[in-house]
């Protein structure tokens, strides 16, 4: 990625940021503007823009932050959540920096807007 994203600065710790969860992988950190009761963001630590530029390499690192996204909503004591991955602008990214949102605590409706 050509420039370093506000998720890219919170990684390097030049943004606070209230974190839940941290590997050697990917961290989690709350949503500053929460859509839900819980809003959870976990970004990997690679500078993945999008799910777009993920390739089959990443195959265990898009598992584990599937599998952290849950361990995560449990540890926050949910047990209904919906896990999205926003992918391009018209998908409604804002951050180029690949990141799964962890929404919960409320009824969620389907289809999204
Ligand atoms: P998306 O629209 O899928 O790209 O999601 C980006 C999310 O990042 C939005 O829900 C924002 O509220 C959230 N966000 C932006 N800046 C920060 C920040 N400094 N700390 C935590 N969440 C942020």
Known sequence: MSEETIFGKILRGKIPCEEVYSDSECIAFRDV????PTHILVIPRKPLASLKEASEKDSKLLGHLLLVSSKVA???GLQDWRTVINTG???????FH???HILGGRKLDWPPG
């Open 33 to 36: 503007q929460p859509q839900a």
């Open 98 to 100: 690949l990141h799964l």
């Open 89 to 95: 602008s018209a998908a409604g990214q804002t951050v």
């Open 74 to 76: 449990k540890a926050e």
